[in-house]
């Protein structure tokens, strides 16, 4: 750094949260703000309005780019209740260094700051982070060349546990008298122990002779995910394409699509015949692939590029449709799964997403 840089010493500030030292009211960033933090001293670009009274103006700052590999693309979220002390923290056990601040967003009546960061391998940093999160119950996200909220895009979500709060064939089951049972076979499922496709038809073979009035009952009062119906409000404003790709069934699928306003619901069909269920499922089963070929085909189908995909999920048939997107996020999610995606939301409402875009 040849610049001048506003120097702050950590021991002076490190209870402060993010908000209290650097100025949200600059959500407009005029360009990235050279950063840098140790466990003496913030230093961050002259540029960059803060609150608290720099110790004083220095040039030529040393930093340790030069050691590790550059990405660029990289950037850290956080939100800005987090203290500097947290953050510093934060950047040591997940082996990150930050460079610049890019962005504060005012999303959502939330404000997050974007950090360039660097590290030597993404997905250990990740790793890490994601065992961070979950020990301070706090939101976090470390992703590489991040979709645009401003550009449409495409969002698939998984249903059930995803977008509302209940998995159907589990409450089905409990009003067919099978559910003790059922709940078990769709636990292991999620888990990926068993194959999914299998765990479906073995699930849906206990419910024959049911009545048809039970899918009424469990749709009537369908309890949907918090945050759900701002995300899909805020994304539709930049013109985003959002949709269902469920291994639960089309009767709930469809009734969230009229609901929401979907683009488009995929999702198993139930065999009904003289208003009882017969115990099968009709033509293939939506499992882990098909996830990812929904996602592909409405992409193509409404000319998204690959950057602007997102999938999200919590369970283990999600993987193959977040890994066929550009940006894969675990929500509330299985282990099996946290360790997989490219992020996650591990306590907030689906509208959390918001800050996870550029």
């Not at 769709?186 to 194959?195: H, K, N, R, S, Y």
């Amino acid at each position: 750094m040849s610049d001048p840089v506003q120097v702050f010493p950590v021991k002076e500030i490190k209870k402060l949260t993010l908000e209290q030292v650097i100025s949200p009211e600059q959500t407009l960033l005029k360009a990235s703000y050279r950063f840098d933090l140790s466990d003496a001293t913030l230093a961050i670009d002259i540029a960059c309005k803060c609150f608290e009274h720099p110790m004083k103006n220095l040039t030529g700052l040393s930093t340790k780019i030069s050691e590790i590999t550059i990405t660029e693309t990289t950037e850290l979220i956080v939100f800005s209740d987090l203290t500097v002390a947290l953050l510093l923290t934060l950047t040591n056990q997940c082996q990150i260094t930050i460079v610049a601040l890019n962005a504060i967003n005012d999303r959502n009546n939330q404000i997050s700051y974007r950090f360039s960061v660097l590290t030597d391998s993404l997905s250990t940093a990740r790793k890490k982070l994601t065992a961070f999160a979950m020990q301070e119950k706090i939101e976090v996200a470390l992703i590489d060349n991040a979709p645009v909220l401003a550009q449409p895009g495409v969002l698939v979500m998984d249903m059930d546990s995803t977008t509302i709060k209940i998995e159907c064939i589990d409450e089905i089951a409990i009003l067919a008298g099978v559910g003790e049972e059922v709940a078990a076979v769709t636990e292991l499922a999620m888990q990926g122990e068993l194959d999914f496709a299998q765990s479906l038809h073995q699930r849906v073979a206990t419910l024959k002779s049911s009545s048809e009035s039970i899918l009424a009952d469990v749709a009537k009062d369908i309890p949907l995910m918090p945050g759900l119906e701002t995300l899909i409000k805020h994304l539709k404003q930049y013109h985003w394409r959002v949709a269902i790709a469920s291994g639960g069934f089309t009767y709930f699928a469809d009734h969230l699509k009229d609901l929401l306003k979907l683009d488009a619901a995929f999702a198993n069909e139930l065999e009904i015949i003289d208003g009882h269920l017969t115990g099968k499922v009709l033509g293939s089963v939506v499992d882990a692939q098909v996830k990812a070929d929904c996602l592909h085909k409405l992409s193509d189908e409404y000319q998204i590029p690959h950057q602007q995909t997102v999938a999200m999920g919590d369970g283990a048939n999600d993987l193959v449709m977040m890994a066929a997107a550009s940006l894969g996020i675990a929500f509330h999610a299985k282990d099996i799964v946290k360790k997989q995606a490219d992020t996650a939301i591990h306590f907030s409402g689906l509208d959390c997403m918001l800050h996870w875009l550029k």
